[in-house]
């Protein structure tokens, strides 16, 4: 199957910092997912990104699937941003949307005030 | 609108027992996923269903577990005979028909004692 990679797997920063975590991925994908588990283990979509770039607030995100990667930036991070970010694709089968996601192993962030 | 709701939030039961865990997608939604997610690890994919049938149900464990949607909307995940290692956070998620983005609901925390 699909392999995805998270780096890094750990991010401690001080509130107001900027991040970047990336999303490594094994093949062709037309579907990745950036989420964010909040410490009450809910999973709150932040972008629905197979290509190109997208930002939303403080938050943008870039896939180049040519490369194989994705990249979620937070700027001027805040205590709420903590949490654990998951990438998620789903793998190309040609067409036919099988709708299984492959998650990373995600980045827990830390953002201490 | 209302998110996809998981009932209960908490189960907790005895080795051996059987139990039913249940998912209430997105109005309009058709398409309607499990995943699992153990401590520590992204979600893994169990099962996915376009509209009452089972479209893929390569991530399921083993035959003890089973999942139904008989009228297309709510879903039941059975696991029958209940393993220590069937412990885990149980999550349902939906997308609508031609979409790929899924949203997930807060999941069921299953302990197995």
């Known amino acids: 199957g699909i392999q995805v990679e998270q780096s890094p797997p750990d991010l401690i920063l001080q509130e107001g910092a900027n991040s970047t975590l990336r999303c490594n991925f094994s093949?062709?994908?037309?579907?990745l997912q950036w989420f964010h588990q909040n410490p009450w283990g809910q999973l709150i979509n932040l972008f629905y990104?197979?290509?190109g770039t997208k930002q939303n607030g403080r938050l943008s995100a870039t896939t180049v699937a040519t490369e194989r990667y994705s990249l979620l930036y937070i700027s001027s991070s805040q205590t709420t941003d903590s949490g654990v970010y998951f990438c998620?694709?789903?793998?190309?089968?040609?067409?036919?949307?099988?709708?299984?996601?492959?998650f990373g192993q995600g980045t827990i962030l830390t953002v201490h005030p | 609108g209302a998110g996809v709701s998981q009932t209960p939030s908490n189960k907790v039961t005895e080795k051996g027992k059987y139990v039913e865990l249940r998912c209430d997608p997105i109005?309009?939604?058709?398409?309607l996923y499990w995943y699992r997610q153990s401590l520590g690890q992204g979600p893994e994919f169990l099962i996915y269903?376009?509209?009452?049938?089972?479209?893929?149900d390569s991530g399921l464990p083993n035959d003890r577990f089973f999942a139904v949607r008989p009228e297309g909307s709510v879903s039941t995940l059975k696991i029958q005979r209940t393993e220590r290692g069937d412990s885990a956070v149980y999550l349902c998620?939906?997308?609508?028909?031609?979409?790929?983005?899924?949203?997930f609901g807060p999941g069921t925390r299953l302990t197995v004692l």
């Open positions: 998620a939906s997308s609508l028909t031609g979409q790929r983005e899924q949203f």
């Open positions: 093949d062709s994908v037309n579907n």
């Open positions: 990104i197979p290509s």
């Open positions: 998620a694709v789903e793998r190309d089968a040609g067409g036919t949307s099988y709708g299984k996601l492959t």
């Open positions: 109005s309009g939604h058709t398409a």
């Open positions: 269903f376009q509209g009452t049938g089972a479209a893929d």
